[in-house]
């Protein structure tokens, strides 16, 4: 089983709706979470981060995190074909050598105008 | 406006050829990691360093890649020999203690 898991896509909806992205972890004692977006020959940019289950809310973005699931999500509102992207899910692991981030693979999201 | 720079931002090179890929981390951030991405892994970590300290390059090659951190502005990722399949992009990331990773623009890795 992989650390984390996306599904790769692509998710295609219509300008104004709202896309949905989910990703699940296997690591039961990981505490911080992370969405980045990465253009097509760009590099991953952050953005958003979540700690506590629930929700947290910026702008268009929402990032739910159901730790006794092991599962993360992001929400867009309103999408734009500007938030057409790929959008990486990365987990903070704790390992003797200290912490890191592990990726998901990624899912691809295009917004239709 | 701070930025984490690489170089080489592109290279070809062929088979066998040693390649080195450099990044500048933010000023001031401690930790550096180097990640290579392809469309069938995705973004895999290859090595980190912490305060200039190697902490984990699991996920790196051990006989073809290494990777050093000579002083705190520069890290370095050295491929030798290089083979087709080491065709990537190579991100360098920094993060001050444990806030937000800020990714390079990458080193876009051909090898024939």
């Known amino acids: 089983q992989k650390e984390v898991e996306q599904n790769s896509g692509p998710l295609s909806v219509p300008e104004g709706a709202i896309a949905s992205l989910n990703c699940t972890y296997s690591?039961?004692?990981?505490?911080?979470f992370f969405w980045y977006r990465q253009y097509s020959g760009k590099s991953p940019e952050l953005i958003m981060s979540?700690?506590?289950?629930g929700d947290k809310e910026d702008g268009r973005f929402t990032a739910q995190l159901n730790k006794a699931s092991q599962y993360v999500s992001l929400l867009i509102r309103d999408s734009q074909p500007s938030d057409s992207a790929t959008y990486l899910c990365?987990?903070?692991?704790?390992?003797?050598?200290?912490?890191?981030?592990?990726f998901g693979t990624g899912t691809r999201l295009a917004v239709r105008p | 406006d701070a930025r984490v720079t690489q170089t080489p931002r592109h290279k070809v090179t062929e088979m066998g050829q040693e390649v080195t890929m450099r990044c500048q981390p933010i000023?001031?951030?401690?930790?550096v990691f180097w990640y290579r991405q392809t469309m069938m892994q995705g973004l895999e970590l290859l090595a980190y360093?912490?305060?200039?300290?190697?902490?984990?390059d699991s996920g790196m090659p051990k006989d073809r890649f290494s990777a050093e951190m000579p002083d705190a502005t520069l890290a370095t990722l050295k491929i030798q020999p290089s083979e087709p399949r080491d065709s990537a992009v190579y991100f360098c990331?920094?993060?001050?203690?444990?806030?937000?990773?800020?990714f390079g623009p990458g080193t876009r890795l051909t090898v024939l």
């Open positions: 990365a987990v903070n692991i704790v390992s003797s050598s200290g912490d890191k981030l592990t």
């Open positions: 690591d039961r004692g990981s505490q911080s």
């Open positions: 979540i700690y506590s289950n």
């Open positions: 000023l001031g951030h401690n930790t």
């Open positions: 360093f912490r305060n200039r300290a190697p902490l984990d």
């Open positions: 990331a920094s993060v001050r203690v444990t806030d937000t990773q800020y």
